[in-house]
């Protein structure tokens, strides 16, 4: 029952991350000492990139790299802004659902250990019986060979007899 709660609440979670990641990027624009931030984090992403693909394609990377205007800035440096709340909260449903999974499987390893160990803890039982039968069973022979094999007989004979028939039987 748990299970399909805890993916519902993933997937609603998920869903609503993206209205938020919209509402991040909207914020992050008009606000002014994070607007500065982010265009100087834009203008740095641009600058990488543009060197990146410059190396890419065998092009000199000694050239001058024309800036972003700033509103392209602010709208690049917002859409990352927005596409990674959206990643962190994927990673940490993602984190979440393995680590469950995770605890999940040592409860059932746990639980399988468990019975192993009840299964050796029976078998060690048994073979204390099956020792204990063994010792019985060469006590027996031990005593069966010191009265012979008339003394066996006997003993079988006065075991199952009825009381009355001992006294008849000559001796």
């Known amino acids: 029952m ?43 992403n641009h600058r990488m ?24 800035a602010v709208q690049a440096a917002s859409d990352l802004i927005g ?14 659902e393995v680590q469950r999974s995770a605890r999940s499987e040592a409860r059932k390893e746990e639980t399988r250990r468990q019975e192993i160990e009840a299964m050796k803890q029976k ?13 019985k069973v060469v006590e027996i022979e031990r005593l069966a060979k010191a009265r012979g094999l008339s003394g066996i007989l006997n003993l079988k004979r006065h075991d199952h007899a009825p009381e009355g028939s001992k006294s008849a039987a000559p001796a």
């Open 83 to 96: 596409e990674l709340f959206v990643f962190s909260v994927a990673g940490a449903v993602l984190i979440f």
């Open 49 to 72: 990139t543009t060197n990146i693909q410059r190396r890419f394609y065998g092009q000199s990377t000694d050239a001058e790299i024309r800036p972003l205007d700033e509103e392209k």
């Open 123 to 135: 078998e060690d039982e048994l073979m204390k019986e099956v020792e204990e039968l063994k010792q």
């Open 2 to 44: 748990i299970l399909p709660v805890v993916k519902l609440g993933a997937l609603l979670l998920k869903t609503a991350c993206k209205p938020i990641a919209s509402r991040l990027k909207k914020e992050a624009g008009v606000h002014p000492k994070f607007r500065q931030i982010i265009i100087r984090f834009a203008q740095a």
